[in-house]
């Protein structure tokens, strides 16, 4: 069984500060990465998609994947109220001809003013 | 614009009665999928489609069904056989299987 692990949180961070989320996976040929965020009562929405080692960049956002230590990570810079979410991490893995997506449970972020 | 249209939007429904779940896309997808999100939870595969007229079950495939006539529509039938229908049902569209998911915007379903 494939497996992603976050921390549900509650995380808190004060309004300007940076926000890290952690994921961790079990499938060591695991290859594509994605973060979504997604407000309460709403529809997840893709805001980042990593597939290689190192950091990827978009805006506020930077999302980080280190293969070896299977952990992938979004930071969130400049952190905001509106920031306030859950931000859900999602893994595809293949093997055998197919692909399996797997979602992470979620972590909650506060971002306080 | 191009999207995933999920209605209605909210849906109450009698126990013992089945309901569908209308979900469209626009994208040009291949890929479609129902997940089930109860509060606090994390997100669980009904059924997936990769190709029209053909799909399989997810981990909770159990007192639902669904269609794939057209590559654009995949409707979801919460059956009466369902245990605990009542949940937050979102339709999820991709250009492949190694593509990420674009969401629609969801069906709250409430079983009395």
């Known amino acids: 069984q494939k497996e992603v692990e976050q921390n549900s949180g509650p995380l808190s961070v004060p309004e300007g500060a940076i926000a890290s989320l952690n994921c961790t996976y079990s499938?060591?040929?695991?290859?594509?990465f994605f973060w979504y965020r997604q407000y309460s009562g709403k529809s997840p929405e893709l805001i980042m998609s990593i597939y290689s080692n190192g950091d990827k960049e978009d805006g506020r956002f930077t999302a980080q994947l280190n293969k070896a230590s299977q952990y992938v990570s979004l930071l969130i810079r400049d952190s905001q109220p509106s920031d306030s979410a859950t931000y859900l991490c999602a893994v595809i893995s293949s093997g055998a001809g197919s692909y399996q997506l797997t979602f992470g449970k979620g972590t909650k972020l506060s971002v306080i003013p | 614009d191009g999207g995933i249209t999920q209605s209605p939007k909210y849906l109450f429904r009698k126990e013992g009665q089945n309901v569908t779940l209308s979900c469209e896309q626009n994208?040009?997808?291949?890929?479609m999928y129902w997940y089930r999100q109860d509060p606090g939870q994390g997100l669980r595969l009904i059924y997936y489609?990769?190709?029209?007229?053909?799909?399989q079950k997810g981990d909770i495939a159990e007192g639902y069904s669904v269609s794939r006539e057209k590559k654009e529509s995949f409707p979801l039938t919460v059956t009466s056989a369902q245990k605990n229908p009542t949940a937050f049902y979102l339709c999820?569209?991709?250009?492949?299987?190694?593509?990420?998911?674009?969401f629609g915007n969801g069906t709250r379903l409430t079983v009395t």
């Open positions: 994208l040009n997808h291949d890929a």
């Open positions: 489609s990769q190709i029209v007229n053909d799909f």
């Open positions: 999820a569209s991709s250009i492949g299987q190694d593509s990420p998911l674009h």
């Open positions: 499938d060591r040929v695991s290859q594509s």
